[in-house]
């Protein structure tokens, strides 16, 4: 692998980052839009799965890196847990649901690929 030299060619991040544009588009629509609690969280945990990536590639160690990249990953099975609330809830379309929950399951499987990567 080459040495990769900024946060935004990783391709665990970039998939993060397409992670909360979805969040981000269907906190805009239906009964999400209105619910501002359960916006807010989902919101902020989409951005956790991406901002944990960036800050853990500022850290002086490997060792950092790897547990912010835990916690990026685990912000991104929150994110797909809250899709079960809004499902529930009715909140937003399935389609929409869907695309979101493959997206973090998606993001989560590359951020845990890098982790095993940079263990060994």
Do not use: H, P
Request: with cysteine; hydrophobic share 40%.
């Amino acid at each position: 692998m080459a040495k990769v030299t900024r946060f935004e060619d990783l391709k665990c991040w970039q998939l993060a980052r397409e992670l909360v544009l979805l969040v981000f588009k269907a906190s805009e629509e239906g009964k999400l839009a209105k619910d501002f609690e359960t916006r807010g969280q989902i919101k902020r945990t989409a951005l956790s799965s991406m901002n944990n990536i960036a800050e853990g590639f500022g850290r002086y160690s490997s060792k950092d890196f790897i547990r912010f990249l835990d916690f990026s990953q685990s912000s991104s099975i929150e994110v797909k847990s809250i899709t079960y609330a809004l499902e529930d809830m009715q909140y937003l379309s399935e389609i929409r649901i869907k695309l979101i929950r493959e997206k973090a399951e998606e993001t989560k499987n590359s951020t845990l690929a890098f982790i095993r990567y940079l263990r060994k």
